[in-house]
């Protein structure tokens, strides 16, 4: 059981000594039961942390806002940053570092244990709910949440109303941190590794393909899914034509010839590229913490083009994302014994 | 909301797939070559793009290339152990596996992307890849889901 | 688009070209693109007249770029790049459209055919149009050679090197240099002693100032790049020094081991310490420890005991030696394909059935009988010798499919040697075709047909066994319809050549490939022989392939011309279509370092940083980047983005 006063006197005490410039963490917020991210920059706003299983965000992607705001910046803070994380979000972290976003000494991973029960999936419980709301929900153990309804508490089945990458964790505690908060729960009982990918595999290719054009044909290409990934840090998307990083060094030649690799338009063979674009790009670099299909405004179940390529990186490559900071990328490392049967 | 694409598989006899063929410059194109010096005869429909490396082709390439049209990709490189840059096939092998599942995943039929190891001495093995791809490909009809819609 | 203004320039190539592709169609089409300001089509555009209309056209209508749709880029991009040169223009600035190895020539359907020609050369229309002007890269060269092998290949490269002033390293994994030609007898077709011809050559590398040599040496890894390689060569434990053996002979009469001595085939013993030959160089005594009681004193000694000079050291190992070179001449050469795959020909069970190098070691005043033909199962003198011809070579079902070259000379001399050694002996020759092509070759296989008698039987050997002491061999005679069974008591087999034994692995070290059997793979068949596919190694003797002495020692020399016209300049010119980091876009990931394989790629100060000099232009770190921070200069993803576009018809 994580306890939640244990982490406010630590942040606070760290904001006092001067040892971090902010405290990336979790407050109570407006958007139902889910948490809001914050930056407490006083020892005093540490009593507003939270720690509860509302808190999905991931927080890593603030440590990548912090980062371009000092580079855009003429006077810049480079003070280490503190970060309250999940076991998926310092497997971010680590993803970040391995990358040399920041320097390892640059962040204060405040690590957290979800119980084993991971995080709420709202809809979920709304659904379960029928119409009622809740007003909040805490950790109870490894195998549920307690909701409180009114003033009723009930306690209900976690796997009812886990998200559903929660289910799928192979890495709950956070194995990158700086302080532990919480047993840390290693593994869970619950749903096999990348099930919702083997389950959508299974599927025949016309059923696929008619489950993805329409996915992306739905899509408005409002690249909610990118800004709210942290490795999704790219000063230029690929595939966005408009965003080009202009500077002094920026010649003519290399403004009249950017690469149009697809359109604005939101047409479907458009947003195909950008989602299977954006799906190799994060090859061997997504810790599924589920905030891209999270926050996706059209549902598109986005979680599983990851999913399912980070599945073939763990069963054919033996590769995980944010298992080791030294560790060379996926895709810039081999091996001889990697699959050669397709190729003819 | 739309109606989800049922799958054509027309044998269409005027069909000629067009194919987007990404070779390598020391051993696929070379091999390429080798095909044209012995005057094998294979199909036209591969238009050969040549690369410095199999190792070089991008992902990007691949999924430009279905969103433009092609009906089949194909993109070949050096035996493993005998890449001319020691290791680009390696890179590529990984990285273009990831793509072909990624592809499949989604629904594009699993024969469109190919890959290939053709030497510089392969020049029977090149002719008879390009002959098996576009006989597949014929079986499989146009190329409808990556391809942009104007 | 593009502000560029091109011109195509589309070849006939006589008929290769423009009987299947419709060339005016494709100038015509090319004609309408934007930026093409000229396309015209002419019947050779690699002749005189055809880059003279390039180099005009170019100056009249102020181009900046050019596409030659044409032959394969292998063959004439050097040439059109110099008459773009010429016109005023950056060679860079001209790019070749193969229509015809990749279109022309492999299609029959005209109108397919054009259509495709049409959009290779449209694609490498959008490719010119995104190239920039470079300049090579000067590079300073190691005026220094590593020759690998010391045959007589490797002797006489390294003697034409040295001899225009080159330093040169000569590594030979043998004790002694003069690989396969030292263990011959007499040579075709003047039957000179090879020893006679071969000797004042290794003695003149042994002498030379500019020559190091290095025996007992293998080459362990080779890294770098033309004109500045790095090589590691590991030298054997040398337990006798040569410089102060005085080839006295007493450390072998002590030495109690002996084993089958390889450099007879086997067919005589030598002791643990021996010296391969008589006129081996370096001129020494040498220790096989593989064959040693164990360099224990305690053990045995007896030859340290012996030395007078001293010479013999037991506690010496193995060195590393590293050294810097400019260019590499490989000269590996060649091995018999093994008996023991022959089955049907005895598998090598027989001691009387012999390979051409054992045949050449009977016949050899130095060899196991002292230049007497005896059998040797029982040292008699056979008086009915059977050779057979091909075996092994032109059989693609079983074993090689190559002719081994000069497996028909060898034998008609064998059988004329054994004539003058047996007068009174009978030679067959079974053969399935005589390839005698060289100076005075056909000559003397007549005159072992018509002068010595020998008996020439136009048929394979289905057989061959022992019975009753005699080696029967049972074959066909072709010309007269009839089978022949030979009681013979000897059988020379004239076995395939195959590549020695580490070439396979030397073209892993080297980098440099193999063809479809093995040999050390050309950079072209016909027009770049001695050249290996790596620029700076190149190829020479049989490693290359089956050849005589005559061409083995041409080649070599050809390889040795090409080296010193390699290192004739103060400086090499490197590609300049190198890697090259949009530094905004480049977030300091690594993965680009990671990858290249030429660990050409450093990261300072937060982003990566190309180094010219490495990098080899692949592109594999362009295809691993995901931001297109890194790009390789005039191959660069907006150039590939608009040729798939040009391929695609959009």
């Known amino acids: 059981m994580v306890k939640v006063e244990e982490l406010r006197l630590h942040a606070a005490k760290l904001l006092e000594e001067g040892k971090v410039k902010g405290i990336i963490g979790y407050r109570r917020g407006t958007a139902g039961l889910y948490a809001e991210p914050c930056v407490i920059d006083r020892p005093v706003d540490a009593a507003a942390l939270i720690w509860d299983p509302g808190c999905v965000s991931n927080l890593a992607l603030y440590l990548v806002k912090d980062r371009k705001a000092q580079a855009a910046s003429k006077t810049p803070d480079k003070r280490p940053l503190a970060v309250v994380a999940k076991g998926c979000d310092s497997r971010a972290v680590a993803v970040l570092l391995q990358e040399n976003y920041f320097k390892r000494d640059e962040v204060v991973v405040l690590g957290v244990s979800c119980e084993g029960t991971g995080v709420i999936d709202q809809r979920k419980l709304a659904a379960r709910l029928k119409g009622r709301s809740a007003s909040k929900v805490e950790f109870d153990g490894a195998d549920s949440f307690r909701v409180t309804i009114g003033k009723t508490e009930s306690v209900v089945p976690a796997t009812e109303i886990m998200a559903d990458r929660c289910l799928e964790c192979r890495a709950a505690s956070p194995a990158l941190h700086d302080t532990l908060y919480g047993e840390p729960v290693e593994t869970r009982a619950y749903a096999q590794p990348f099930a919702a990918a083997k389950a959508a595999e299974a599927a025949s290719e016309e059923e696929r393909w008619a489950q993805w054009e329409h996915h992306f044909d739905r899509c408005l290409r409002c690249y909610a899914c990118r800004s709210v990934c942290p490795m999704c840090y790219c000063p230029e998307c690929v595939v966005d034509s408009t965003s080009i990083v202009i500077t002094p060094e920026t010649s003519a030649e290399e403004k009249a010839s950017r690469v149009r690799w697809c359109e604005r338009s939101a047409g479907s063979g458009e947003s195909a590229m950008y989602h299977l674009t954006r799906a190799m790009h994060l090859a061997g670099r997504c810790v599924d913490c589920g905030e891209c299909e999270r926050v996706c405004p059209v549902n598109i179940p986005l979680r599983l083009l990851n999913t399912k390529l980070e599945m073939e990186a763990f069963e054919m490559f033996e590769y995980q994302a944010g298992d080791d900071i030294t560790q060379a990328s996926l895709l810039s490392s081999f091996r001889d014994e990697d699959p050669n049967a397709f190729v003819r | ?150 | 688009m593009s502000s560029k203004r091109t011109g195509v320039f589309v070849c006939h190539c006589g008929t290769n070209i423009a009987a299947t592709v419709d060339v005016k169609t494709v100038a015509a089409e090319l004609g309408k693109d934007p930026g093409v300001i000229v396309a015209r089509d002419y019947v050779y555009m690699c002749s005189d007249p055809g880059q003279n209309a390039v180099i005009k056209a170019v100056k009249e209508n102020q181009l900046d770029s050019v596409v030659i749709s044409c032959c394969s880029p292998n063959l004439h991009e050097k040439t059109f790049r110099e008459a773009a040169a010429q016109g005023g223009l950056n060679g860079f600035q001209c790019e070749i459209a193969n229509i015809r190895e990749q279109c022309a020539w492999v299609h029959r359907d005209r109108g397919q055919a054009t259509d495709k020609a049409v959009r290779i050369s449209r694609s490498a229309v959008r490719r010119a149009q995104g190239n920039i002007a470079l300049d090579p890269i000067g590079v300073p060269v190691t005026r220094r050679v590593l020759i690998i092998g010391g045959g007589i290949a490797g002797i006489q490269a390294a003697l034409d090197l040295a001899n225009a002033g080159l330093e040169v390293i000569l590594v030979e994994k043998q004790p002694t240099i003069g690989g396969h030609m030292l263990q011959l007898s007499e040579t075709f077709p003047t039957l000179d002693c090879a020893q006679c011809i071969l000797s004042p050559k290794m003695v003149e590398v042994s002498k030379h100032p500019k020559i190091t040599l290095m025996t007992q040496s293998e080459v362990e890894s080779v890294s770098g790049f033309v004109g500045n390689f790095k090589a590691k060569i590991k030298t054997k434990a040398v337990y006798v020094d040569p410089e102060l053996c005085k080839i006295c002979d007493d450390c072998a009469n002590v030495c109690p081991v002996a084993v089958p001595n390889q450099y007879d085939l086997g067919l005589t013993n030598r002791r643990a310490i021996h010296i391969p030959f008589a006129q081996a160089i370096p001129a020494t005594y040498t220790l096989d420890d593989s064959a040693c009681l164990g360099l224990n004193p305690v053990v045995c000694g007896k030859c340290a005991d012996v030395c007078e000079a001293k010479a013999i050291n037991y506690d010496a190992r193995p060195t590393v030696k590293e050294v810097e070179i400019g260019a590499i001449v490989v000269a590996t050469g060649f091995d018999l394909y093994a008996k023991e795959n022959l089955g049907e020909y005895g598998a090598g069970r027989y001691a009387d059935v012999l390979d051409g190098l054992q045949f050449e070691r009977l016949c050899s005043a130095s060899g196991a009988t002292g230049g007497h033909v005896l059998r040797p199962s029982d040292h008699k003198e056979p008086k009915e010798v059977v050779f057979i011809q091909c075996a092994g070579s032109r059989d693609p079902e079983t074993h090689c499919a190559y002719c081994s070259k000069i497996c028909c000379m060898y034998t008609a001399k064998h059988a004329s040697l054994y004539k003058h050694h047996v007068p009174d002996g009978q030679a067959y020759v079974f053969y399935i075709d005589i390839r005698s092509g060289g100076k005075g070759y056909e000559e003397f296989v007549q005159r072992t047909m018509e002068n010595d008698g020998v008996v020439y039987l136009r048929g394979r050997v289905s057989k061959v066994y022992e019975r009753n002491g005699k080696i029967v061999v049972l074959g066909v005679d072709t010309l007269t319809g009839r089978n022949v069974e030979i009681d013979a008591d000897m059988v020379v087999l004239a076995e395939a050549m195959e590549p020695s034994t580490g070439t396979a692995e030397m073209a892993k070290v080297l980098k440099i490939g193999r063809d479809k059997d093995g040999w050390l793979a050309e950079a072209h068949p016909k027009l770049k022989p001695v050249e290996s596919v790596t620029a700076g190694i190149f190829l020479a003797g049989t490693a290359q392939g089956p050849k005589d002495i005559p061409e083995t020692v041409t080649q070599a020399s050809a390889a040795a011309s090409k080296v010193i016209a390699l290192l004739s300049k103060d400086q090499l010119e490197h590609a300049p279509t190198v890697a090259r980091v949009r530094k905004a876009l480049c977030t300091g990931c690594e993965m680009c370092v990671d990858a290249c394989p030429y660990e050409a790629i450093d990261l300072i100060d937060g982003k990566a940083v190309v180094n010219e000099v490495l990098c080899e232009g692949c592109g594999t770190c362009s295809g691993t980047c995901v931001r297109a921070a890194i790009d390789v200069k005039n191959v660069t993803q907006v150039q590939i983005h608009d040729m798939i576009s040009a391929v695609m018809g959009v």
């Open chain 2, 1 to 150: 909301m739309l109606n989800p694409t049922k799958a054509v598989a027309a044998l269409d006899t005027d069909f000629e797939p067009k194919i987007v063929a990404f070779l390598c410059k020391w051993c696929s194109s070379a091999g390429s070559d080798l095909a044209g010096v012995s005057r094998l005869q294979y199909p036209a429909n591969a238009v050969p793009i040549q690369v410095m490396c199999s190792g070089s082709v991008s992902p990007m390439y691949i999924l430009s290339a279905f969103k433009k049209g092609a009906d089949g990709v194909l993109v070949s490189g050096c035996h493993p152990g005998d890449c001319h840059y020691m290791k680009g096939n390696f890179y590529a092998r990984r990285r273009l596996y990831l793509v072909q599942k990624l592809l499949g995943f989604i629904g594009l039929e699993k024969e469109r992307f190919r890959m290939s190891w053709v030497s510089a001495a392969e020049g029977v093995k090149y002719a008879q890849v390009v002959d098996d791809f576009v006989r597949d490909i014929k079986v499989l009809g146009p190329q409808r889901r990556l391809k942009a819609r104007r």
